[in-house]
């Protein structure tokens, strides 16, 4: 029979070994975490394609259809600016921002199948830094939404769309899109984390989804527009991400809804647009990484 004194000392090592356990995984970096996140969310995507496809097809069928229905009628309205583009060129801008605000809006649903299968809770009750929980699942996002992007321009190209600032105007494009998408991003992610249910979440991401989409400059020129849709789009941060691209895409200044000139050229759509855009992430991700570092597991059960 082992002593008093040896049971308190086996239960001191294992009490230290226990404690140094715990003081491991709590010592985790913030890369190591952020990088864990990653790779799991990176994981989950491949290992369920089906919303990768249903974010991507959508899209091309927006591309496919607007432009063989609606080409002709809608090439004559963006002549009336004086501008001698096709439609196909004009609308690919439009489709690689939809992408990117499809692909944001499934992200809250992945959020809410982790709260509903459990996981998300164990990742409460985990020591790993909140933060960098949310930017390694949006890290994931950006990569998908990156290739996405890359595919209708691909096939913007094979129906005739011309990119006149080449490669590096692609590129641009694809940027674009990524940081467009982050403030959609929080802010599905803040809708799932309260309402803790897939089809609210899906409901709030796609009764603001289509609605921003039509009252913006994606689809035709603002001055073409009815005078109330118009002064949506001034606010509509859909506006801003499409002339961003829609510039690179034709190398000239579009941006109608603010007058800069302080710059040069592109440059007087895309700095202007770029700094709503990122204010919007800046206010939105700050709002998701909040709701993300009160959460308890008490709140998802």
């Known amino acids: 029979m ?18 140094s356990r715990v003081a491991a995984r709590s010592g985790n970096s913030f890369a190591g975490d952020f ?10 995507a491949v290992r369920n394609p089906f919303v990768l496809v249903v974010s991507l097809v959508q899209p091309i069928i927006f591309l496919v259809l607007f432009t063989q ?6 090439t004559g309205a963006i002549s009336r600016g004086g ?14 921002i939809q992408v990117s605000l499809a692909a944001a809006a499934t992200s809250g649903v992945g959020l809410v199948n982790d709260i509903e299968n459990g996981m998300f809770e164990k990742v409460l009750v985990s020591p790993m830094n909140r933060a960098a929980v949310f930017l390694g699942k949006t890290a994931a996002e950006i990569m998908r939404i990156l290739i996405q992007i890359g595919i209708i321009l691909v096939l913007g190209v094979a129906l005739g769309a011309e990119i006149s600032t080449g490669i590096v105007g ?16 929080s802010l599905s992610n803040t809708i799932a984390i309260i309402t803790k249910d897939q089809e609210s979440t899906i409901i709030g991401a796609n009764l603001l989804q289509f609605p921003l989409l039509f009252v913006s400059t994606a689809f035709l020129p603002l001055e073409v527009l009815p005078d109330w849709i118009q002064t949506v789009a001034t606010y509509n941060p859909i506006t801003y991400g499409v002339d ?8 000239r200044d ?20 770029l700094a709503v855009l990122l204010a919007l992430d800046l206010v939105l991700g700050s709002v998701a990484v909040y709701m993300l570092s009160k959460a308890s597991s008490s709140d998802v059960q």
Do not use: C, H
């Open 170 to 185: 692609a590129l641009g494009i694809m940027l674009v899109g990524v940081v467009f998408s982050m403030w959609f991003v």
């Open 244 to 251: 961003a691209a829609r510039a690179l895409m034709l190398d």
């Open 254 to 273: 579009v941006m109608t809804v603010v007058e800069v000139t302080q710059f040069s050229g592109v440059w007087n759509t895309i700095v202007p647009a």
């Open 35 to 44: 990088w864990v996140n990653f790779k799991r969310w990176n994981l989950k």
């Open 2 to 19: 082992s002593s008093p004194t040896e049971s308190s000392g086996d239960g001191g090592v294992a009490g230290e070994a226990g404690q």
């Open 69 to 74: 229905v609606f080409g002709q009628v809608a």
């Open 83 to 96: 501008a001698s583009i096709t439609y196909e060129t004009y609308l690919v801008p439009a489709i690689a």
